[in-house]
């Protein structure tokens, strides 16, 4: 490997499964805010970006469903594995 500057590496799914944890708090908030997050929520998001999840579970559940400000919560908890 000549002259090469950078290695990136895609740990997460790679080398790490985050998915049983992502949706484990998920449902710990989801529960905490009164709210029940079915797994068939949770797989349709696995791999999506922000927005596209905040449509999936604003379809799922409700315009009315507090996704940004469980999704932060749901970040914060997650940070702290």
């Not at 990136?8 to 449902?27: V, Y």
């Not at 999506?48 to 400000?69: C, E, I, L, N």
Request: proline fraction near 5%; include cysteine; hydrophobic fraction near 40%.
């Amino acid at each position: 490997m000549k002259d090469v500057k950078l290695f990136i590496f895609d740990m997460d799914g790679t080398l790490f499964d985050t998915e049983p944890i992502s949706a484990h708090i998920w449902k710990e908030v989801g529960r905490e805010a009164g709210y029940v997050v079915p797994d068939r929520v949770l797989q349709s998001i696995i791999g999506m970006s922000y927005p596209g999840g905040r449509r999936v579970f604003k379809a799922a559940m409700g315009d009315d469903f507090p996704f940004d400000t469980l999704c932060a919560e749901k970040i914060r908890r997650q940070n702290q594995w």
